[in-house]
């Protein structure tokens, strides 16, 4: 099994910026796809963004395109989601996941949430006005 341990959630005023790490630990492979969700009050778990973690290929949600990055760190074996021009819609919990098929992470089937294996508890971003 994976282990994933959300860190880096937290309250900040719009325009403002986080930065979300995802560590990872157990049987972790490099052919998993690794992925943001987040999810709202009173919303389904949606898809933020994220990686295939050995080819390095990216996907983002049309939402945060242009103000979220995904990248990951090989040594520190942690997924990592750079958010920046927050804004009090992106307020969430926010969710790794681990999925390890190997799914591209453009494909359609990535972006469902029941396709992932491994999630961590969470970790909540506040935005306020």
């Known amino acids: 099994q994976v282990q994933l341990v959300e860190s880096g959630g937290g309250l900040v005023q719009a325009g403002g910026s986080l930065r979300l790490s995802c560590a990872a630990s157990g049987r972790t492979r490099s052919s998993d796809t690794m992925a943001w969700f987040r999810q709202g009050p009173g919303k389904e778990r949606e898809f933020v963004g994220g990686?295939?973690?050995?080819?390095?290929?990216?996907n983002y949600a049309d939402s945060v395109k242009g103000r979220f990055t995904v990248s990951r760190d090989y040594a520190k074996n942690t997924l990592y989601l750079q958010m920046d021009s927050l804004r009090p819609e992106d307020t969430a919990v926010y969710y790794c996941a681990a999925d390890p098929s190997g799914q591209l992470i453009t494909s359609l089937q990535a972006l469902n949430p029941n396709e992932y294996d491994f999630w961590g508890q969470g970790t909540q971003v506040t935005v306020s006005s």
């Open positions: 990686q295939n973690w050995r080819g390095g290929r990216t």
